[in-house]
């Protein structure tokens, strides 16, 4: 048992950090500036509680700023006491009733939601000394679901429904804990940058391929459908037919070229299309699966629970990629999960947090709540910043073990 | 023809009018204050276009702050230059690469976008001295349709079949212009706040009716729904059987509440009922449709076109309420009503800028587009700050005659 841990003081930092020579670049964020919005939660024990969200720079000081607003909602808690109902405080945070307006549930301030939580649940893991997937996989079902909010979602999921769900599937759980040892499989974003030339890339997958990793995802979306369908074919051609490969439009599709060109990708094999078009546009996604049979993956713009509600219920979704530091933090993440292990689709994370934060919680989501251990994305180019960066072996992430959720960036 | 008129300047403001003794009040909005951020384009020829983005106090600064990242997109423009192309500057504001992933079109960017493209169609008006209603209703179809991007609408509405949509109202255009001398109808929406007691509800409907006005709305979504109930009978008696009445949930039931309240408020015969679920949740309002035969209003929190899109293909709303100060500006408000009229969906908008630039907008809605002249929301509580307020006689908005769009605040 911890002893008494109070949030004394509330902080943001707004840190940026420039990207070089065309990484990160898509079809859409052709100059990206890699950016955190980050919580600070100060204490008397030592204990730091760091949370963090996503942006691309421009901007990421509204964020920041945001940040401000929700904290008042923890300062002076007892992070134990906090955290023992944690899904109310989480609702009174995002039904704030001014700032709801900016949302409600997206954008700037539920970006700055994502910073307060997660901010939370890693004070939360650092006041017990463990790792945040171990304080995740050991809570009881009822206690877990004390952190979530169900508003608006108890037409799919009610909380006696979630508890019910996590109790059956408890058996498996000693032997679904072998993947702490495996390690998590991962997959290289990095080989296909938009902006990376045609040898830059046959340069990456070789040396991904070298590392380990037998899945890769190339950046399309292009205004000329030529330069994806060739880049693409290049892809299959230097990683070989067995390996795993992506295509990722970022977006930039309107339904009938989404449709043109998912025809043109589908004998390639790929796994996933990803962010075929607008990731408001539900119904499009709908006619696109009902037009072409391509796996759809999306979630990484998708703001919150309700609308990857109605993603699940449409039946479109091959693949969620909900991201904690884009939706509400930890707490948003696991109700999502918890719906999508409902449709039966797998969460496979976009990693906005270059998945310091998401190797917790894809271990958590397959060892609680049985989802498929299917890959974990890998973005390499901030791992120099953290204190306790991503370890990957062989294209397998290594169970973290530093108490919290690895979110600590150098001074 | 008007002179060059070059945006030298673009300012950012941050006013708040803090409401009194329940006014503005809803099921969650319960401490309103109301605020705008103000974007001003500075001139050299004595013109100044002012645009709005409405929020309810707090977090209001993210706002006015996010203004000056997408004002640099119309610095040094010459407006009649701008404005002949201004779809592919609005598309070029909406996809910053950077800004875009705090949103994308959604939160508090969009709502700094809201007002920089009003002010620009303010800036419009002025430099032709004619107020904004009377430049859109003569402007050819194609140079209307030049202000509005279609991105990811062309699989429901293309460029050419918007031109061709307008051409086919130019005939009736001359005897639609009557509204000018009739004036729009108006309905009232400050009988009925949240926190009123009963006995203020029924002075304000008899005020109400001696002002001349029919129709009126009262705000529900009261965690009793027995509270809703009675004050919802208490209006139809006061009001009388002939009176339009409509009920405001704010979004303040999940779909099994929705379903069971709304199923009791039928019998009182409502014109509508608004918002009664969280406002990105097309599917659960699909379901109350089916379920409850009550017309559904909604679009004071949708925040673009494409979900704006979505809610219309559903066929689950009966009337349009989008916001120009909520959406990115009049550009997308003309996007989403062409929508709606494609799709027979009448726009009757929420009125976070109190009527001051949707009386221009439903003229031309009306005028120009054939939409059914139905009602405008009137909301009292700001008048004595605007330079131009509305005016409204026998509950009838009367034409406005000063150039741009009734925006200027008193100083």
Redesign the interface.
């Known amino acids: 048992m911890s002893n008494s841990v109070v949030i004394k003081k509330v902080m943001a930092d707004d840190v940026r950090f420039p990207l070089k020579n065309g990484a990160g670049s898509d079809a ?6 890699y950016a955190y919005a980050v919580c600070k939660l100060i204490t008397d024990n030592g204990y730091e509680g760091v949370g963090l969200a996503f ?5 990421n ?3 920041s ?2 940040i401000a ?1 929700l904290g008042k909602h923890v300062q002076g808690k007892e992070i134990n006491e906090l955290m023992a109902d944690f899904g109310k405080t989480y609702r009174t945070m995002m ?17 700055a939601l994502a910073a307060v939580v997660n901010a939370c649940y890693d004070l939360w893991a650092k006041s017990h000394e463990i790792p945040l997937w171990q304080l995740l996989i050991d809570l009881p079902p009822e206690k877990l679901v004390n952190t979530l909010d169900f ?5 799919i999921l009610t909380r006696n429904e979630a508890i019910a769900m996590l109790q059956s599937k408890s058996s498996g759980k000693v032997r679904r804990k072998k993947i702490l040892e495996l390690g998590y499989p991962g997959y290289d974003t990095s080989i296909g940058w938009f902006n990376y030339s045609d040898e830059q890339v046959t340069d990456n997958i070789r040396r991904a391929m070298d590392m380990g990793f037998t899945a890769m995802k190339l950046k399309v979306g292009s205004a000329m459908a030529e330069r994806d369908i060739r880049r693409a074919k290049l892809v299959r051609e230097i990683a070989g037919d067995d390996a795993t490969i992506m295509f990722d439009a970022n ?1 930039q599709w ?3 070229q989404a449709i043109a060109i998912c025809k043109e990708l589908l004998p390639l094999n790929p796994y996933w299309i990803e962010e075929p ?8 996604h709908v ?1 696109l699966a009902q037009e072409v049979p391509v796996k759809i993956a999306l979630g990484e ?1 998708v ?2 629970k ?2 990857f ?2 993603f699940l ?2 039946g479109c979704v091959s693949f969620n990629q909900v991201d904690a530091v884009r939706v509400g933090g930890v707490s948003e993440f696991i109700m999502i999960s918890l719906l999508s292990k409902k449709f039966n689709v797998p969460v496979v994370p976009h990693v906005g947090d270059m998945g310091q934060i998401h190797q917790h919680l894809v271990l958590f989501n397959h060892i609680t709540m049985d989802h498929p251990a299917l890959l974990l994305e890998h973005i390499p180019h901030l791992k120099d910043y953290f204190v306790h960066p991503v370890n990957i072996v062989e294209g397998r992430y290594q169970t973290p073990q530093a108490p919290g959720m690895s979110t600590e960036l150098k001074g």
């Open positions: 859409i964020h052709t100059t990206p500036t942006t691309l720079g421009e901007g000081n509204l964020v700023d945001a607003y039904d704030d009733p001014n700032l709801r307006w900016l949302g409600p549930h997206k954008g700037v301030v539920h970006l508003s608006y979602c108890e037409d977006q309107n339904l009938p078009t607008h990731p408001d546009d539900v119904e499009a006619r713009h703001p919150n309700v609308i509600k109605n219920q449409s």
